[in-house]
């Protein structure tokens, strides 16, 4: 079975110690449900009845556990739904991450149902905000967006055309100017258990040179 870059993305989210994900299935996000299937066991999801309640409750884990909280919903009115929930992240300054849907990328543009351009949308909730546009950048973008939640203590948000979804996980369509994707290692610098103190640091993955920088610079 051929690995698909929604796996990506899901992988990478692993490596980063996430171990939840509130959300609502939907058409615009069948390909990351498939990867969320293929590594379930490393991944639990919660279903939500509701996209906003997917969004307030990852904002609610990241206030508990200390830890990045993260909310998945379809394209279009699933996406718009998760804005209650993350806007209340924002400003009570918690880290969570928002994956959407989007409509495939050869119908951008054309008004094809429930076409909601969400990385605009976001642009005022969301620090980084990116859509997926090259399967080869997935874990890239992954590890950028986790990185901007935790370290600025905000809203992160990726939009994944449903197309992208299920390519190829390497696939690299386009001759590319500059490389499409870093070197993909250890998070550089992962989630705490629990909220750290000024006296207790959570112990980082081996190899996180930004660790030893940012030591030096507390």
């Known amino acids: 079975m051929k690995k698909i870059a929604s796996e990506s993305l899901v992988e990478r989210l692993a490596d980063w110690g996430v171990d939840t994900i509130f959300g609502l299935p939907g058409d615009g996000i069948n390909g990351l449900f498939e990867a969320l299937r293929r590594h379930q066991d490393r991944i639990r999801f919660v279903l939500v009845h509701h996209e906003e309640a997917a969004a307030f409750m990852a904002c609610a884990y990241a206030k508990t556990t200390g830890r990045l909280g993260v909310c998945i919903a379809t394209s279009g009115p699933g996406g718009v739904h998760l804005l209650n929930g993350l806007y209340d992240a924002k400003l009570d300054h918690q880290p969570v991450l928002a994956i959407t849907?989007?409509?495939?990328?050869?119908?951008?543009?054309?008004?094809?149902?429930?076409?909601?351009?969400?990385?605009?949308?976001?642009?005022?909730?969301?620090?980084y905000d990116v859509m997926v546009t090259n399967p080869a950048s997935v874990a890239t973008l992954t590890d950028l967006a986790v990185k901007h939640?935790?370290?600025?203590?905000?809203?992160?948000?990726?939009?994944?055309?449903?197309?992208?979804?299920?390519?190829?996980?390497?696939?690299?369509?386009?001759?590319?100017?500059?490389?499409?994707?870093?070197?993909?290692?250890?998070?550089?610098c992962s989630a705490p258990a629990r909220r750290a103190s000024r006296t207790?640091?959570?112990?980082?993955?081996?190899?996180?040179?930004?660790?030893?920088?940012?030591?030096?610079?507390?």
């Open 101 to 127: 849907g989007m409509q495939e990328t050869s119908l951008l543009g054309t008004g094809y149902q429930q076409e909601v351009h969400l990385e605009k949308l976001y642009e005022n909730v969301a620090d």
């Open 200 to 218: 207790t640091r959570p112990t980082p993955p081996a190899g996180s040179g930004c660790w030893a920088r940012s030591r030096r610079s507390s």
């Open 149 to 188: 939640a935790l370290t600025r203590r905000t809203v992160s948000h990726i939009t994944f055309p449903n197309d992208l979804q299920v390519a190829d996980a390497d696939a690299d369509p386009w001759q590319n100017v500059a490389p499409a994707r870093a070197p993909v290692t250890a998070p550089a």
